[in-house]
């Protein structure tokens, strides 16, 4: 069921299944993080690029990947080393931050230098927790609905599948991890192809409001998951 609606999520917004999903799956199954959740994590936005795919920002989309990289190798040792709780406050603090200051008409500019930042957070935290998405969106807050969903979705499909390679490097990716996320394609397909009327909705102008209040629950949910772990 968590899959199923953060996958409705993300198919209007453009990100939220970490959001939904990766608290429900770690306090239900610890063992199978971050890995399973991964795996869904790169299949949603395949679904998402087969009807938009035109409108991926690839500039933006490339100095966004460069900076995800040591994000990510950062993230794997966090996930060995060190506790993922402490990091799962801190994020999402900043997150909040970031939420209040955006909302009261702050523009973060998208330039070279955020879009490798917001990768670069999101590396750590999507490797180490599942939740990476908002970093980049509110980088891509004020685009058009088609574009930031064509450009996340192009961003965390390969961001997932360099986690899921990094994880597997580290030995933290159990086969348990990779069957739960195969179970777990079913909802989340299912999700996607009723998140329809979502998009025709957002995509009338709503689509900064939506994207605030999801990043500001990420947080919120993230700073809860770390501190009743």
Do not use: C
Not at 189 to 211: C, E, H, Q
Request: hydrophobic content about 55%; overall charge positive.
């Amino acid at each position: 069921m968590a899959v199923f609606i953060g996958a409705i999520v993300q198919g209007g917004v453009g990100f939220g299944l970490g959001l939904v999903g990766a608290p429900v799956l770690t306090m239900l199954e610890p063992s199978v993080m971050p890995g399973a959740i991964q795996i869904v994590n790169m299949t949603l936005p395949l679904f998402t690029l087969a009807a938009e795919w035109r409108k991926v920002d690839w500039r933006g989309l490339g100095f966004a990947v460069m900076g995800r990289l040591p994000g990510s190798v950062i993230g794997a040792y966090i996930v060995v080393y060190i506790s993922v709780h402490t990091l799962g406050v801190f994020v999402g603090a900043m997150v909040l931050v970031a939420v209040a200051l955006t909302a009261r008409s702050l523009t973060v500019p998208r330039t070279p230098r955020t879009l490798t930042g917001a990768g670069f957070i999101s590396g750590i935290t999507g490797t180490a927790t599942g939740i990476g998405g908002p970093p980049m969106a509110l980088i891509y807050q004020n685009a058009k609905g088609p574009q930031i969903r064509a450009t996340l979705a192009m961003f965390f499909f390969l961001s997932a599948a360099q986690s899921l390679a990094i994880l597997a490097w580290v030995d933290r990716l159990p086969s348990a991890a990779l069957t739960t996320g195969a179970i777990l394609l079913a909802p989340m397909i299912a999700g996607f192809l009723v998140s329809a009327p979502l998009r025709r909705y957002l995509d009338g102008g709503k689509v900064r409001t939506a994207i605030l209040i999801v990043a500001a629950a990420s947080a919120l949910m993230l700073i809860t998951q770390s501190l009743t772990a």
